[in-house]
C-alpha cells in the first residue's frame, strides 16, 4: 500500500488532505478515488485512509482507522557516526533508515579529515533529513529517524551514553564482544558509536569509558567506517528478535 | 603489518619475492630491509616475513613462519545476489569482502533489469575480482573471496542449496525468521540468497524450496537489495560468534 508522511500536526481525527510533494507524488502514481492509502506522522502513528477526492495539488482522503506502526523496532537503536569523506554519511542515513535505525547522529573527532562547517550544515541537515525520509517511506518505516548533527565529541559521548546500553566500537578491542554487551542485562534503548577514516583515538576511546560507554569489538576483519555502523545495527536488530 | 597477497604457487617455504603491483606498492609504502610483512596466499594460508633485499620492482622475503589465517570466519558463508542495477553489485562484493563472506555468487532472476552480457562478463568479473581482493587487503582478510557469475536461477538455486544451512530471503515471508533457522541445527556452511530490485516472484521461491533452501524473513521492514544481503550476512557472521 502507498504510504505518505505528513507533519503530526497534520494529522486529523477524521479527513486528511495531501498537499505539495505527497499529492505531486499521488498524481504520479495515479492514485483513484476510493483507493485505500497509509498516511504516516513520522513518529510511529499512521492511518489507513481512502482517496475520497483527486483536484490539482489535492488529494482529499477519508480516515478509516488510526494505529501503531507495525513496522518499528521493538528497541529503538541510536546510531552515532563519526564524519566520514565523500558520500559515506549519507549511505549509511540510507541504510541505517532502511535497517530501523530510531536516529542518526553524526559527530566530529580527532581523526575526521572532513567535517561540514556551520554555513554549510543547515542545508547539509536538510539533505540528510530529506535520504532518511526517502529511506523510510521506501522500507515501509512508520517513523522517520532525525538526522542530528553534533558539535563536537564529547556531545556524542554525553548523548550516547544516556542510552540504556552505550556500545562504542574499537578496532584495537579484542575480548569484549557485541554479544557479551547485548547479553549482559536488560535495556530499553541502545546507542552505537563508530568512529571515522583513521579510527578513533586511544584517548577518546577512554574518554568514552569515562562517560559510561561499553567498549566493544566488531570482530577479527578491520571494517570501513561506513560498513561499521550497518553491521552493528544488523546484529543488534537480530539480537533484539527482528528477525 | 602490511599485507600482501601472492598467488598460492608463489608461496615458498623459505624465501619469498614481491614483485609487479606488490613491488609497486611496496614502494609506494617506503618499506624497508629488516620489516615484517604478511604475505598472504588469498586461500587463508599466510607467511610472516622480513624484508631482506628490495630493488626496483622487486622485493625479496625471509619466511620466519607460516600459520593459517587469524581473520577468517568460524563458519564459511556464501552470499547469492541477483543481478542489480548499477554499481550496487559493486558495492556487495566489497562490503561482503569484509564482512567475512567465504565467496559471492550473482546470479540473473525473472525481474532482473540488468544483467551483464556474455561479452563484458570477462572484464566485469575480473574487475569484481580485485575489489575483493582490494577489499580483502584492508580488512586484513587471509583469504579473498571468489566472485562467481552464474548463468541462470535454476544454477544458483543448485548451487546455493549444496551448504548445509541455505537460506533465501523473500519479503512475503512473515513468519519463518533468520533466528529460527540458524538456531535449528549444526551446519558447517551458510549460503544466503537475495533477489533484484523488484524481488523475487513467488515462482521462483518455490523453486528454491524444492531445491532444498529454507525461506526467511529479514524482518518487517524492507531492505533495499544491496543492504540485504549485508545485513543478513553481519547477523549470521554475530550468530556464529565472530563478534
Known amino acids: ?81 563519526a564524519y566520514a569523506k565523500g558520500d559515506k554519511l549519507e549511505h549509511v542515513i540510507q541504510k541505517a533508515t532502511e535497517l530501523g535505525a530510531y536516529e542518526i547522529a553524526a559527530f566530529p573527532s580527532a581523526r575526521c579529515v572532513s567535517r561540514p562547517d556551520e554555513k554549510s550544515l543547515k542545508k547539509k541537515l536538510e539533505r540528510w533529513q530529506k535520504i532518511a525520509a526517502s529511506a523510510a517511506q521506501q522500507s515501509g518505516r512508520g517513523r522517520i529517524p532525525q538526522v542530528i548533527a553534533l558539535g563536537s565529541y564529547r556531545e556524542a559521548l554525553h548523548r550516547a551514553a544516556q542510552a540504556d546500553l552505550a556500545i562504542l566500537f574499537y578496532e584495537n578491542e579484542r575480548s569484549a564482544t557485541l554479544r557479551m554487551a547485548l547479553e549482559a542485562g536488560e535495556y530499553r534503548s541502545v546507542s552505537l558509536l563508530t568512529g571515522p577514516e583513521g579510527g578513533l583515538e586511544e ?11 561499553r567498549v566493544c569489538t566488531l570482530g577479527k576483519r578491520i571494517l570501513r567506517c561506513e560498513t561499521a555502523p550497518l553491521c552493528a545495527l544488523s546484529a543488534v536488530m537480530y539480537h533484539t528478535g527482528e528477525f
Open 1 to 81: 500500500m502507498t504510504r505518505f508522511f505528513v507533519e503530526p500536526e497534520q494529522m486529523r481525527p477524521e479527513f486528511l488532505v495531501l498537499t505539495g510533494e505527497n499529492a505531486q507524488h499521488a498524481k504520479v502514481l495515479r492514485l483513484k478515488q476510493g483507493e485505500q492509502v497509509l498516511v504516516c506522522d513520522g513518529q510511529g502513528r499512521e492511518c489507513l485512509c481512502t482517496v475520497s477526492d483527486l483536484s490539482p495539488g489535492q488529494v482529499s482522503l477519508v480516515v478509516n482507522s488510526r494505529q501503531d506502526s507495525q513496522a518499528e523496532a521493538a528497541v529503538p537503536v541510536s546510531v552515532y557516526m
Open 203 to 213: 584517548q577518546e576511546v577512554e574518554q568514552a569509558v569515562e562517560a559510561g560507554m
